[in-house]
């Protein structure tokens, strides 16, 4: 059996103890990304906080006025035309979540601003690409409520405007525009997009 020598042993004593500090920094960078993820999403839905996406909009804000690249700003609002009048069923955001989700772009952001209400930020975005990107998601989509068997149907109807020099507001524009589309009637069709939820 060898024996190591003093140096050796302080050596490799100096060794372990770099590892534990460098284990314990990456662990603890680990729990700050999870908490700071939990503080900036919804727990129900997984969608950004309102306090989240009000922060992106500024960023986007930001950048646009000092690059005059434009971005656009969606607010959609959900409806039950079955229960008109009467609160959306519980699990009715965590679906319209997934359905924004499933037909957005991997680049937009989706916030929860209340139970009925979502705001999605869409960077870089000119305001036809927009109406093309918003259009898949304007309209009726079925979802399969956790307390029916029967599937239930949901409006979607959204308001959107692009950030311009000329119109600094997209907030403002985006929330007329969904004031006028809440105004207007909706139309359930066939091709309309749906996503269940199990």
Not at 45 to 50: I, L, W
Not at 80 to 107: F, M, T
Not at 160 to 179: H, I, Q, R, Y
Not at 192 to 198: E, F, H, I, K, Y
């Amino acid at each position: 059996m060898t024996m190591w020598t003093p140096e050796i042993r302080v050596e490799l004593l100096a060794v372990a103890i770099v590892l534990l500090l460098v284990s314990v920094f990456v662990l603890r960078r680990l729990v700050l990304r999870r908490m700071a993820d939990r503080a900036m999403r919804d727990a129900q839905t997984g969608a950004y906080t309102v306090a989240f996406i009000q922060e992106v909009y500024e960023a986007e804000l930001r950048r646009a006025e000092r690059t005059g690249v434009p971005f656009s700003l969606a607010l959609a609002t959900l409806r039950d035309e079955d229960r008109a009048g009467k609160p959306l069923p519980a699990d009715a955001p965590v679906a319209a979540a997934h359905w924004l989700r499933e037909n957005l772009r991997s680049s937009d952001y989706i916030g929860r601003l209340d139970e009925r209400r979502f705001a999605l930020v869409l960077p870089e975005t000119w305001e036809e690409d927009a109406r093309i990107v918003v259009a898949r998601i304007d309209g009726s989509f079925r979802y399969q409520p956790e307390s029916s068997a029967k599937e239930r149907w949901l409006t979607c109807s959204v308001g959107v405007a692009t950030w311009t020099p000329e119109n600094p507001d997209a907030w403002a524009g985006a929330t007329k525009k969904l004031e006028d589309a809440l105004r207007a009637p909706k139309q359930q069709s066939s091709s309309s997009l749906s996503a269940n939820q199990t």
